[in-house]
């Protein structure tokens, strides 16, 4: 006789999500939903973005069509796999494994607004969060275990720590640190771009990996984008960091130092290059 399983899956907090979010799953209606959370509740909008991705395919939802909050200490892996148009948001902490695999959601984690911590602190989420993600957006209002983003291939993250090895093996992508990294940041990492506030040069002078990367000023172009996120940080998670940061930008953005993979750069060029070449002949 075979025996067969029971995974508790009746229980999954993603089924009460998808009967309450109907309107905006098949009628693309912005809704708001909001729940209480706690670390049995795991790989929180899996499912969800299972049932988006078979009605809509990758492209998903518009952004911000369905807005899911979440108070209390989520468990592994919220966030999982999830789709474009959700927007999760936290008020309390999460485990490890947030985002991974994120696939175009936006996932907002912020201290509770009575809470008296210091958020750029305190660690506010887990190990290995954003590991191989390849689309979407997390704002993270403290500071994140090891292995951030680890084979992050295309995910905008902004953070205002991280532990050891973090961006280990990246791929594509953009992280902003605006806070201290623990040892061993972009082994490996062949593609994207971090950007870490670095006022005491520790990081420069021993915590980065610097075999594959290299440390460029931020100016330009890049400045603009670096604000633009750390604007939207602040936008979402009140963070008193990112505040300090854009108050006195100037300041700010001289401690900031731009990690840039060797071959990503000459790769960049190429395309440049190429592309000039292109115009040039069908001019």
């Not at 078979?54 to 911000?64: R, S, V, W």
């Not at 720590?161 to 490996?188: P, S």
């Not at 000023?217 to 633009?228: I, K, Q, Y």
């Not at 700010?252 to 115009?279: C, G, H, I, W």
Request: proline share 2%; net charge negative; hydrophobic share 35%.
């Amino acid at each position: 006789n075979t025996e067969k399983q029971d995974h508790g899956l009746e229980n999954v907090l993603d089924f009460q999500i998808l009967r309450d979010s109907h309107r905006a799953l098949y009628r693309k209606e912005k809704m708001t939903l909001s729940y209480p959370i706690n670390n049995i509740n795991r790989s929180v909008g899996a499912i969800v973005s299972n049932e988006i991705s078979k009605i809509y395919g990758h492209l998903g939802l518009p952004e911000d069509t369905l807005n899911v909050n979440f108070t209390g200490s989520a468990g592994q892996s919220l966030g999982a796999f999830s789709a474009h148009g959700l927007t999760f948001t936290v008020e309390g902490n999460t485990n490890d494994y947030l985002g991974k695999g994120l696939s175009g959601a936006k996932l907002i984690i912020k201290k509770p607004a009575n809470a008296t911590f210091v958020a750029e602190n305190n660690i506010i989420v887990g190990n290995v969060c954003l590991f191989g993600a390849i689309e979407g957006q997390a704002y993270i209002n403290g500071i994140a275990g090891e292995r951030f983003a680890v084979r992050n291939s295309g995910a905008i993250a902004v953070v205002e720590g991280v532990g050891d090895h973090g961006c280990e093996y990246m791929t594509g992508g953009k992280v902003v640190v605006l806070g201290n990294t623990g040892r061993n940041f972009a082994a490996g990492m062949s593609g994207g771009i971090a950007y870490v506030y670095d006022p005491e040069h520790k990081f420069k002078n021993g915590l980065c990996n610097t075999e594959t990367i290299e440390f460029e000023t931020v100016e330009g172009a890049d400045a603009d984008d670096l604000r633009n996120l750390i604007e939207r940080h602040v936008l979402y998670t009140n963070s008193t960091r990112g505040t300090a940061l854009l108050n006195d930008w100037a300041g700010s953005l001289d401690n900031f130092v731009k990690v840039m993979p060797t071959e990503y750069k000459k790769a960049l060029k190429r395309l440049e290059t190429e592309e000039q070449m292109v115009e040039e002949l069908t001019a």
